[in-house]
């Protein structure tokens, strides 16, 4: 799917998917790109090994890892890129990529192959994968029916899964869904009818709705990770993912403590199937919120890997220490509630307003102080068919200008706030209502002040900021009870779809309440169309759609810097699609 696979058992499916390329034509630009974002750098070497700075943590064999978000621990219903960091850890999909450059491997499938019109996958289970408990002590075999068994609970509207979506991929996924969810005139389809099936212990067949040219990049993601049905019965549903003890894993690691918003402890599963070649003991991950105690954690040597505000990078460049820094393709922006239409911010005007009074190099320079990008539009980090990025076409298509400015039009917000006020019956700037609803972090809390300047100085807007720890901001987020919430998303697989599905208005993902038959449509119509080019033209229309309407405001552009102790030596990743990846990591001795 993305890059040659170099492992042994594959050849067959190499010549397979060769074939499958020849047949397929019009996807292989398409294919192309996916593999130039594959072929990455290889999995990191420190750069700053033996130069005795920052040693850090003292505990053999172990490591010590930032994580921002810790709030579930159950595969079907995590959304937060820290929390997949630990599931990759912890559970081992059909397939995963690679450290050394980001090509899909074998996990828990050893091989696989697919019909020649590519909508039927058979994946083989590797024979003698364990389930472990809290306690590292084996459980059970890890089959094929693990995996159908946790996709109908992702496809179960009772879980109410904002990732559903991704078993809707599967031959009549979505309209179970539907049914199941008693949407009025939905055709009665049972779960047994959507297309994943075991044929035995370990034969897992998956039959498609539509073609999919990147397939394997869906099944690699951490939402379909399987579950252990006989443990997930005798634990219950509510418990299940609440804490260590109510978990089961088949990764090369397992979770033996959480402290609630504090910090996750992960010793190496002694069962895992590649466990020889798995290095470390264990690995610590720690919440936190301040980035200046954060960084002194670092220094200190409590902490091993962080993320670097712009000045906390400056100072180890000052101090000859090199930071390294990747980009995830992560796009932060301002979610507005517009199906609440007794909120100010449900008037499109006002939105359009806000936007074009943002200075994002201003933002960028105040706040973050390094190398982030204001937003030209919303997808980032995705391969383009003709261009290097995806949002090159979306430049290109609007003239060669940002479907967002980089620094405010004032005169233009203005008119948009006149016809804001107008059709709102106010008088002036000063009778709207808007709060900025963020979550706890310096930087967050930092950004929400000085957007609230801006919109101060810029349209006199009497803006309110409101900070909730993480576990509030996203129930808040989740139930629509808002008027702006900033937040951000980073690609799950490389295709426009991975960004631009989150604004259909069935995506569980939709945190805004946009509706949209225009907007659905183009989205539906990707699925169908296979010249690559064409398709493309197909998502740039829908960020012409979103600026058009509006229904969140597009920011910055995420650029990672982060810092590593000299404790690591090689072999631990951090690239896109994979915010972290330690499972193969060396020490220093």
């Known amino acids: ?302 902490l091993d890997v962080l993320d670097l505000t712009g000045e906390q990078r400056a100072m180890l460049e000052a101090e000859g220490y090199k930071p390294s820094n990747y980009m995830g393709g992560y796009s932060y922006w301002y979610w507005c509630n517009v199906r609440d239409a007794g909120r100010d911010v449900a008037n499109l005007n006002l939105r359009k307003a806000i936007s074009a009074a943002l200075d994002r190099e201003q933002i960028i320079s105040t706040v973050y102080k390094n190398d982030n990008e204001p937003s030209p539009c919303l997808a980032y980090g995705i391969s383009g068919v003709n261009t290097q990025t995806f949002g090159e076409a979306v430049v290109a298509a609007n003239g060669g200008n940002p479907l967002y400015a980089p620094t405010a039009d004032l005169d233009s917000a203005k008119e948009y706030l006149a016809k804001a006020l107008e059709e709102l019956g106010y008088k002036d700037a000063s009778e709207v209502s808007l709060c900025l609803m963020t979550s706890e972090g310096t930087q967050n809390e930092l950004l929400s002040q000085v957007v609230q300047e801006q919109l101060r100085k810029s349209l006199g807007l009497n803006v309110t900021i409101e900070v909730l720890t993480i576990t509030e901001w996203r129930a808040r987020r989740n139930s629509l009870d808002f008027d702006v919430c900033f937040g951000g998303w980073g690609p799950d697989y490389n295709d426009p779809m991975t960004d631009l599905d989150l604004m259909v208005s069935t995506n569980g993902n939709n945190h805004t309440g946009y509706a949209s038959e225009e907007y659905d449509a183009l989205i539906e119509s990707t699925k169908t169309e296979r010249d690559a080019a064409a398709r493309e033209q197909i998502f740039v229309q829908a960020e012409m759609k979103l600026a058009e309407d509006m229904p969140v405001i597009p920011v910055y552009w995420r650029h990672e810097d982060y810092a590593v102790s000299e404790k690591l030596v090689e072999g631990y990743a951090r690239k896109p699609f994979q915010a972290y990846n330690f499972i193969y990591t060396k020490l220093a001795d």
């Open 1 to 302: 799917q993305r890059g040659s696979r170099k492992h042994p058992l594959l050849p067959r499916i190499i010549r397979e998917e060769i074939a499958m390329k020849k047949r397929l034509l019009a996807w292989l630009l398409s294919l192309a790109m996916l593999l130039t974002v594959g072929a990455v750098a290889a999995a990191e070497t420190n750069p700053n090994a033996g130069l005795g700075y920052y040693p850090g943590t003292s505990e053999k064999g172990w490591i010590s890892v930032e994580c921002s978000t810790m709030s579930k621990m159950n595969p079907f219903l995590q959304t937060y890129s820290t929390e997949f960091s630990v599931s990759r850890h912890i559970w081992d999909c059909l397939v995963k990529l690679s450290a050394e450059d980001n090509s899909i491997v074998p996990a828990a499938a050893e091989s696989w192959e697919s019909s020649e019109d590519g909508m039927t996958w058979t994946f083989h289970i590797r024979p003698g994968m364990k389930w472990v408990n809290s306690k590292g002590e084996v459980i059970g075999d890890v089959t094929a029916n693990d995996f159908v068994f946790a996709w109908r609970q992702l496809l179960n509207p009772v879980n109410a899964a904002e990732y559903y979506a991704f078993a809707t991929v599967f031959k009549n996924g979505q309209a179970y869904y539907d049914y199941a969810s008693g949407v009025e005139g939905a055709p009665e389809v049972k779960i047994e009818d959507v297309g994943f099936k075991a044929t035995d212990d370990y034969t897992l067949v998956c039959e498609l709705e539509d073609y999919l040219p990147y397939f394997l990049q869906y099944v690699k993601f951490e939402v379909m990770a399987p579950v252990y049905e006989p443990f997930y019965t005798e634990v219950g549903a509510d418990l299940f993912g609440t804490a260590p003890e109510y978990i089961c894993y088949n990764g090369p690691f397992y979770m033996s403590e959480w402290v609630l918003e504090n910090s996750i402890s992960c010793p190496k599963n002694e069962y895992y199937w590649d466990a020889d070649k798995v290095n470390l003991a264990g690995i610590k991950w720690v919440k936190y919120t301040d980035s200046n105690a954060k960084f002194n954690a670092f220094v200190g040597g409590e």
